[in-house]
């Protein structure tokens, strides 16, 4: 019942915000997250026309709007334009892509709600390109934490693979679906490859999956291309980058971090980072830090590593939104 109203308020939303000028419904995209974002992508996508009580029911400010009778008719170019209004170019695009080739990777969209060991199970004896291609298509940490449980050659091969890969092809996608069959649909249409994979999708990818991992994927990465090594080290944002952060962004980190989890996180920190954290605390918190840091025993490193991920994912919404910049990290600059 409440995976069905859910979905009804979905559908809503997306009449909602079909209702409403690009720019209007540009600017509320921009407050949503990419999941929200791509949930309302689809739905708009699969909406062919609105009767007008439909839309009078969803807000009765559409009743002068609707009242010539006519349906609300979609625009695919309309659905793009939005989208690309609300998140720019680079990000759109992909996420476009996906909603425009017809539930071709809604098996994929499936995976994103298991666990990482049932993901992991699932596609470990397919091709190492199928699943390069599966994973591109994941949340960084939902990959790096299903990349952790492969055996170490495979996991070589495969963040390889990610780290070459240009795009994905119509033709690939659909042969992933034969290879997945049950848990991947449809068949590929008429669509451009999307802007998926490529180094820095690589370097996202092994900013969760530990130290000891990333270590043997880089030099192995290495191995076969000292160059494109280099490139995925450049790119890649770890916990100890956090000292490149200036301390206006350091303090707005703070403010959406939880106590326990800092006090776990600079437990593996160096000294200076530990600093840096203190001088952009007021001198009470610093002090009460300190002090739980000093009578914290022990921990695992284990739980220290999921900690910093937790803020480094903070880090990074931020950073997405505009309000922090990672200096630690190569690619598009970061506005403020």
Excluded: C
């Amino acid at each position: 019942m409440a995976a069905s109203s859910a979905e009804d308020g979905v559908e809503k939303s997306a009449m909602l915000l079909l209702s409403l000028g690009e720019d209007e419904a540009a600017e509320i995209l921009k407050h949503l997250g990419p999941k929200e974002v791509q949930k309302l992508g689809h739905a708009m996508a699969a909406i062919k026309a609105v009767p007008r009580n439909k839309v009078e029911a969803i807000l009765d400010e559409l009743a002068q709007q609707t009242a010539k009778g006519s349906p609300l008719t979609v625009d695919e170019n309309v659905i793009r334009a939005m989208l690309t209004k609300a998140l720019g170019d680079d990000k759109a695009a992909n996420l476009i892509a996906r909603i425009m080739q017809g539930g071709d990777t809604a098996g994929i969209e499936g995976l994103k709600w298991m666990d990482a060991a049932t993901v992991a199970d699932l596609i470990r004896n397919e091709h190492p390109q199928i699943i390069a291609t599966i994973l591109v298509h994941l949340d960084y940490d939902h990959a790096g934490e299903i990349l952790k449980l492969f055996t170490e050659r495979l996991r070589n091969d495969v963040l390889l693979r990610i780290a070459t890969l240009d795009g994905v092809q119509p033709v690939a996608i659909q042969e992933l679906n034969e290879a997945m069959r049950r848990l991947l649909a449809g068949a590929a249409g008429n669509v451009k490859k999307a802007a998926m994979g490529g180094v820095r999708h690589a370097a996202e990818i092994l900013n969760f999956v530990g130290q000891a991992v990333e270590t043997s994927v880089v030099d192995n990465v290495r191995e076969y291309d000292p160059e494109l090594a280099q490139k995925i080290l450049d790119e890649m944002f770890v916990f100890e980058n956090l000292m490149d952060v200036d301390d206006r962004g350091i303090q707005l980190l703070l403010r959406e971090v939880q106590s326990d989890s800092l006090i776990l996180a600079l437990k593996g920190a160096p000294p200076e980072l530990r600093e840096k954290i203190f001088k952009n605390m007021s001198q009470r918190a610093a002090e009460m830090l300190r002090e739980d840091l000093e009578a914290k025993g022990p921990v695992r490193l284990s739980e220290v590593e999921n900690e910093q991920k937790e803020i480094l994912k903070i880090a990074r919404r931020l950073a997405d939104e505009g309000q922090i910049v990672l200096g630690g990290k190569g690619g598009e600059d970061q506005m403020v």
